[in-house]
């Protein structure tokens, strides 16, 4: 249970900056999620909090307190990491234990501890085996164990799932997130996948190349993302980035084509700014949908049709570029002919020469 | 691999020829050790033994003759292992945590330092016989075995270091990072976390310096003599100095007698030996 | 700070032995080639006369057929234990039964020492009493194997002890390479029509080459030291036949009392082998850091 604030923390190797001016700030019980590719800087920053790397510039603080000199141990804070680190030679419990003995816990609190992770856990029954004999999941737990033994103010979770199979990965979304809302204490938790990030997050920092590119709750990251990369990179499939034209009225128009879409959300000085001007629209696959009406319609040929089930995708050509729809099952077909129509309320505009959120 | 379409009898006929080749000195130094000596001068080496006597055995263990003395290999093999012993331990503990030091609590220069000790190696002894030889009799320990261990030890320390780091890179570092959260230092982090899991590599490293040591003629003919010389500098001089009669029975003996504890750790132990010669070679 | 501790630890610990490596090796050589560039003869003189002891090294008879020898021995070994330990890794990659067996019959020559190697080969080569005789009482009355005792062929009995006691060492590392290379490439090739032997030569032997690189630099440095078994196995003799660079410097330094020659001829030796190695060692660190 405690509050997290990263100020302006910079992280250099020799001439090499690999994190610019990292501040964030995390309200107590949250769950943070670093989300970005690999070589984001996602891990460094982890690392940071947890006392494994130097801090180049700047503070990070644990309730308030300055911690940037402060040993691992001492920090409060737990770590589950991506091969969860068991001790190979010890058994689960002797992994467990292990931090408590080199605090030289006495015995009786130990086993108390052991125990009542254990239960929590629900790995009592493998305390006596060794890491070599656990499945992945059980292991994962062992892990998690080890973290919640030490009653951390801070749990730090370093891409915990990515080496599981995909179905053992959602159970494991869902018992981490069930451990999280019991224990309510506050999480720092990098991935770079963005379901995870969507779906566990409180608050979410979508990074890239050192660089945060945008700080918000999950919904907000989702429907109003502030830059393109954000957009592209949260949301699956990913969102539609069509080239058009903003006109003094407020229109996008997409050519060629000749399809027009009102309704944006935009403010005036947007529009004058931009009237005229290229942008790229932005509208998720969810938000066009198949039609009969006539505002904000187009006529497509699909190109591609893939089931998956729930839905369906389209995938089309629009204006200059292709584009996806998440449709209802059996709506098209290969190479059929189909009017959609967009959501102009969900839709945004990014500025083609900065990247950024037209508002 | 896919099979040669070559006629299965060559192959085998081949390697069985080829491994017969191999047996044959083995065979020849063991069935010579146990005959009676007219028996070979008149017959043939590579013949079985008509009678089987393993006096040549007592004689090279007990009686034989060493430049002026004449008790046998016996001195000579407690030397050995007095020299063995001692250096094979230092100079795989000491490696180990070189090793340790070097791949889990890297810093600036610590591949160079790596490959300046590597150099180690693959010195020619030669290039600083000389100066050893120097400053052990210097340090008052010229002549004993003392100044075998010492040598041992110190260019042991190069190659145990190469084996222990080059194992130790395999271990995810996050293991250390774990450890470290947990509060463990340095050394504890060694004892608890590290050390358990290197059993295989201790193994091939006290195998290897075991080998090289037993098996060195070099430093033991330069540093010492007489009677505190190792076993193979006995064994040359039994089998290079003769008076009367060749006793070539005595002599194999005296091979086999020497030969023995490597071989026999070998067969013992052998895929370990394998893994010691492949640990620097092969890279990718 | 604890972390600081364990950092400083850590190099803490490293530094007995990197003083021991400093001193032990670089400034023993540095010692050695002093003392090659002085006058010193039976005690070591500490000044300095340039290159006469290189000088008169070269021009001593001993060490130039020294030169000869490790030249011839070392090409020959060479060759012939990477050729016999190829040819053997590939049979024995075949799939064999009792492969491990094999593969310890070939190489438990390594586990013995180089004299106990001598000793032996020494009795075999025997002209009166080994191969010799064999053969002869065999019939063939008129076959002679005195090379050991021949000066102009004793050189090359040194090689057949040598090879039979490497050649398992190139086999294992050689057969650790046919194994490290993926199946797969051997089955495209055989899906684009190649036979097994074209595929052998064109593609499984060119992806040695890592393998091949390695044993050359490992070996050579083996034959150049030389010493324990050409003294075991023939004196250096008959007469000088096979001498070699390290039982002159030996006999140089600790017998005949030219210390400053033998400290050239310590000096020579090294020189060969950081030629080849250094280029080596170099290369495999650039790998190491890139990867």
Same mark, same amino acid.
């Given at each position: 249970?405690?509050?997290?604030?990263?100020?302006?923390?910079?992280?250099?190797?020799?001439?090499?900056?690999?994190?610019?001016?990292?501040?964030?700030?995390?309200?107590?019980?949250?769950?943070?999620?670093?989300?970005?590719p690999s070589g984001c800087g996602k891990s460094t920053l982890l690392n940071m909090i947890a006392g494994l790397e130097e801090i180049s510039g700047g503070e990070i603080r644990i309730d308030g307190k300055r911690i940037n000199e402060r040993h691992a141990k001492e920090r409060d804070i737990a770590m589950v990491f991506q091969s969860y680190a068991l001790y190979p030679t010890m058994s689960v419990r002797r992994n467990i234990e292990f931090g408590m003995r080199v605090r030289k816990v006495p015995k009786r609190e130990r086993e108390d501890a052991v125990k009542r992770v254990a239960d929590l856990l629900q790995i009592a029954q493998l305390l006596e085996r060794k890491p070599s004999q656990l499945s992945g999941g059980q292991r994962q737990r062992v892990a998690m164990g080890r973290a919640l033994v030490r009653d951390p103010k801070l749990f730090l979770f370093d891409e915990p799932l990515s080496n599981l199979?995909?179905?053992?990965?959602?159970?494991?979304?869902?018992?981490?997130?069930?451990?999280?809302?019991?224990?309510?204490?506050?999480?720092?938790?990098?991935?770079?996948?963005?379901?995870?990030?969507?779906?566990?997050?409180?608050?979410?920092?979508?990074?890239?190349?050192?660089?945060?590119?945008?700080?918000?709750?999950?919904?907000?990251?989702?429907?109003?993302?502030?830059?393109?990369?954000?957009?592209?990179?949260?949301?699956?499939?990913?969102?539609?980035?069509?080239?058009?034209?903003?006109?003094?009225?407020?229109?996008?128009?997409?050519?060629?084509?000749g399809i027009a879409i009102s309704g944006v959300k935009l403010s005036a000085t947007a529009i004058t700014t931009f009237a005229g001007k290229r942008v790229l629209l932005g509208v998720r696959p969810e938000n066009i949908e198949k039609t009969n009406g006539s505002h904000n319609t187009f006529d497509v040929q699909i190109d591609v049709v893939e089931p998956t089930g729930p839905d369906t995708l389209a995938f089309f050509r629009l204006g200059e570029t292709d584009a996806v729809a998440r449709l209802q099952p059996r709506s098209v077909e290969t190479g059929g002919q189909a009017r959609l129509t967009i959501d102009a309320s969900k839709a945004i505009l990014f500025d083609p020469k900065t990247d950024l959120r037209i508002k | 691999?896919?099979?040669?379409?070559?006629?299965?009898?060559?192959?085998?006929?081949?390697?069985?020829?080829?491994?017969?080749?191999?047996?044959?000195?083995? =065979?020849?130094?063991?069935?010579?050790?146990?005959?009676?000596?007219?028996?070979?001068?008149?017959?043939?080496?590579?013949?079985?033994?008509?009678?089987?006597?393993?006096?040549?055995?007592?004689?090279?263990?007990?009686?034989?003759?060493?430049?002026?003395?004449?008790?046998?290999?016996?001195?000579?093999?407690?030397?050995?292992?007095?020299?063995?012993?001692?250096?094979?331990?230092?100079?795989?503990?000491?490696? %180990?945590?070189?090793?340790?030091?070097?791949?889990? =609590?890297?810093?600036?220069?610590?591949?160079?330092?790596?490959?300046?000790?590597?150099?180690?190696?693959?010195?020619?002894?030669? %290039?600083?016989?000389?100066?050893?030889?120097?400053?052990?009799?210097?340090?008052?320990?010229?002549?004993?075995?003392?100044?075998?261990?010492?040598?041992?030890?110190?260019?042991?320390? &190069?190659?145990?270091?190469?084996?222990?780091? *080059?194992?130790?890179?395999?271990?995810?570092?996050?293991?250390?990072?774990? &450890?470290?959260?947990?509060? &463990?230092?340095?050394?504890?982090?060694? =004892? %608890?976390?590290?050390?358990?899991?290197?059993?295989?590599?201790?193994?091939?490293?006290?195998? =290897?310096?075991?080998?090289?040591?037993?098996?060195?003629?070099?430093?033991?003919? %330069?540093?010492?003599?007489?009677? *505190?010389?190792?076993?193979?500098?006995?064994?040359?001089?039994?089998? *290079?100095?003769?008076?009367?009669?060749?006793?070539? *029975?005595?002599?194999?003996?005296?091979a086999m007698i020497a030969g023995l504890p490597t071989l026999l750790v070998y067969v013992v132990a052998g895929r370990y030996f394998v893994r010691g010669l492949t640990a620097g070679a092969v890279k990718g | 700070m604890e972390k600081r501790l364990s950092r400083h630890l850590s190099k803490l610990v490293l530094v007995p032995s990197a003083m021991l490596v400093f001193i032990a090796i670089y400034l023993f050589i540095a010692w050695t080639a002093w003392i090659s560039v002085s006058s010193s003869r039976v005690m070591p003189v500490y000044d300095f006369v340039g290159l006469e002891q290189f000088v008169r090294l070269w021009s001593t008879p001993r060490w130039i057929i020294a030169v000869q020898n490790i030249t011839i021995f070392t090409s020959l070994f060479l060759i012939l234990t990477i050729f016999l330990g190829l040819l053997i890794a590939i049979l024995l990659d075949q799939r064999i039964r009792a492969e491990g067996l094999l593969r310890g019959i070939y190489l438990y020559p390594m586990a013995l020492s180089f004299i106990v190697t001598g000793t032996a080969w020494k009795w075999i080569m025997n002209p009166g009493l080994g191969i010799q005789k064999v053969v002869r009482d065999l019939g063939w009355a008129s076959f002679t194997f005195d090379w050991?005792?021949?000066?102009?062929?004793?050189?090359?009995?040194?090689? +057949?002890?040598?090879?039979?006691?490497? @050649?398992?060492?190139?086999?294992? +590392?050689?057969?650790?390479?046919?194994?490290?290379?993926?199946?797969?490439? +051997?089955?495209?090739?055989?899906?684009?029509?190649?036979?097994?032997?074209?595929?052998?030569?064109?593609?499984?032997?060119?992806?040695?080459? #890592?393998?091949?690189?390695?044993?050359?630099?490992?070996?050579?440095?083996?034959? +150049?030291?030389?010493?324990?078994?050409?003294?075991?196995? @023939?004196?250096?003799?008959?007469?000088?036949?096979?001498?070699?660079?390290?039982?002159?410097?030996?006999?140089?330094?600790? !017998?005949?009392?030219?210390?400053?020659?033998?400290?050239?001829?310590?000096?020579?030796?090294?020189? @060969?082998?950081?030629?080849?190695?250094? #280029?080596?060692?170099? !290369?495999?660190? !650039?790998?190491?850091?890139?990867?």
């Amino acid at each position: 249970m405690a509050t997290l604030s990263i100020d302006k923390v910079r992280k250099t190797f020799g001439a090499v900056t690999v994190l610019h001016d990292i501040s964030l700030d995390v309200g107590d019980g949250e769950f943070l999620v670093l989300l970005g590719p690999s070589g984001c800087g996602k891990s460094t920053l982890l690392n940071m909090i947890a006392g494994l790397e130097e801090i180049s510039g700047g503070e990070i603080r644990i309730d308030g307190k300055r911690i940037n000199e402060r040993h691992a141990k001492e920090r409060d804070i737990a770590m589950v990491f991506q091969s969860y680190a068991l001790y190979p030679t010890m058994s689960v419990r002797r992994n467990i234990e292990f931090g408590m003995r080199v605090r030289k816990v006495p015995k009786r609190e130990r086993e108390d501890a052991v125990k009542r992770v254990a239960d929590l856990l629900q790995i009592a029954q493998l305390l006596e085996r060794k890491p070599s004999q656990l499945s992945g999941g059980q292991r994962q737990r062992v892990a998690m164990g080890r973290a919640l033994v030490r009653d951390p103010k801070l749990f730090l979770f370093d891409e915990p799932l990515s080496n599981l199979d995909a179905k053992l990965r959602v159970d494991m979304r869902t018992e981490i997130k069930k451990l999280y809302h019991r224990l309510r204490t506050t999480v720092v938790y990098v991935t770079h996948d963005q379901i995870e990030a969507m779906t566990m997050a409180t608050k979410v920092a979508v990074m890239k190349d050192g660089y945060i590119q945008q700080f918000a709750d999950p919904t907000t990251v989702y429907e109003t993302p502030e830059t393109l990369y954000v957009a592209r990179f949260v949301g699956s499939p990913a969102m539609n980035i069509i080239p058009a034209t903003l006109t003094a009225s407020g229109r996008v128009d997409i050519n060629p084509g000749g399809i027009a879409i009102s309704g944006v959300k935009l403010s005036a000085t947007a529009i004058t700014t931009f009237a005229g001007k290229r942008v790229l629209l932005g509208v998720r696959p969810e938000n066009i949908e198949k039609t009969n009406g006539s505002h904000n319609t187009f006529d497509v040929q699909i190109d591609v049709v893939e089931p998956t089930g729930p839905d369906t995708l389209a995938f089309f050509r629009l204006g200059e570029t292709d584009a996806v729809a998440r449709l209802q099952p059996r709506s098209v077909e290969t190479g059929g002919q189909a009017r959609l129509t967009i959501d102009a309320s969900k839709a945004i505009l990014f500025d083609p020469k900065t990247d950024l959120r037209i508002k | 691999m896919p099979r040669i379409r070559f006629d299965r009898v060559f192959i085998y006929g081949s390697l069985i020829f080829i491994a017969a080749i191999y047996l044959m000195p083995l =065979w020849v130094m063991i069935a010579t050790s146990i005959k009676d000596l007219d028996e070979i001068y008149a017959g043939s080496f590579v013949a079985l033994p008509k009678s089987i006597t393993f006096e040549p055995w007592a004689k090279a263990w007990a009686t034989a003759c060493v430049g002026t003395e004449c008790a046998g290999l016996r001195g000579y093999f407690l030397n050995s292992i007095l020299m063995c012993l001692p250096a094979v331990a230092i100079s795989t503990l000491i490696g %180990s945590i070189n090793g340790y030091a070097l791949t889990k =609590w890297r810093f600036r220069g610590s591949k160079l330092l790596f490959g300046l000790m590597m150099f180690g190696c693959f010195l020619p002894l030669q %290039s600083v016989l000389l100066p050893i030889a120097f400053t052990v009799g210097r340090l008052g320990l010229a002549g004993t075995i003392w100044s075998l261990i010492l040598v041992h030890s110190v260019y042991g320390i &190069a190659f145990t270091t190469l084996f222990f780091r *080059n194992y130790f890179i395999t271990i995810p570092d996050e293991l250390v990072r774990a &450890a470290i959260i947990d509060g &463990a230092g340095f050394f504890r982090i060694y =004892w %608890s976390v590290i050390l358990p899991t290197s059993t295989p590599i201790i193994v091939v490293s006290c195998i =290897w310096q075991f080998t090289s040591i037993w098996n060195d003629f070099l430093f033991g003919v %330069s540093l010492t003599s007489g009677q *505190n010389a190792p076993m193979t500098v006995a064994l040359n001089n039994i089998v *290079n100095v003769t008076m009367g009669r060749k006793q070539y *029975n005595v002599d194999m003996a005296a091979a086999m007698i020497a030969g023995l504890p490597t071989l026999l750790v070998y067969v013992v132990a052998g895929r370990y030996f394998v893994r010691g010669l492949t640990a620097g070679a092969v890279k990718g | 700070m604890e972390k600081r501790l364990s950092r400083h630890l850590s190099k803490l610990v490293l530094v007995p032995s990197a003083m021991l490596v400093f001193i032990a090796i670089y400034l023993f050589i540095a010692w050695t080639a002093w003392i090659s560039v002085s006058s010193s003869r039976v005690m070591p003189v500490y000044d300095f006369v340039g290159l006469e002891q290189f000088v008169r090294l070269w021009s001593t008879p001993r060490w130039i057929i020294a030169v000869q020898n490790i030249t011839i021995f070392t090409s020959l070994f060479l060759i012939l234990t990477i050729f016999l330990g190829l040819l053997i890794a590939i049979l024995l990659d075949q799939r064999i039964r009792a492969e491990g067996l094999l593969r310890g019959i070939y190489l438990y020559p390594m586990a013995l020492s180089f004299i106990v190697t001598g000793t032996a080969w020494k009795w075999i080569m025997n002209p009166g009493l080994g191969i010799q005789k064999v053969v002869r009482d065999l019939g063939w009355a008129s076959f002679t194997f005195d090379w050991i005792a021949d000066p102009r062929f004793a050189i090359y009995t040194v090689v +057949i002890a040598a090879v039979w006691q490497s @050649t398992g060492f190139t086999m294992a +590392i050689f057969l650790a390479g046919l194994r490290g290379i993926d199946g797969s490439i +051997i089955k495209a090739a055989q899906i684009d029509g190649a036979s097994l032997p074209h595929i052998y030569a064109k593609v499984i032997l060119p992806m040695l080459r #890592p393998a091949l690189l390695s044993v050359v630099v490992l070996l050579s440095h083996i034959a +150049i030291k030389s010493f324990d078994l050409v003294l075991a196995l @023939t004196g250096g003799g008959p007469g000088s036949a096979t001498e070699l660079p390290s039982t002159f410097m030996f006999s140089a330094s600790f !017998r005949r009392n030219q210390l400053g020659v033998g400290a050239a001829s310590a000096i020579m030796m090294l020189m @060969t082998i950081a030629a080849t190695l250094v #280029p080596y060692l170099y !290369r495999e660190f !650039r790998s190491e850091r890139d990867a």
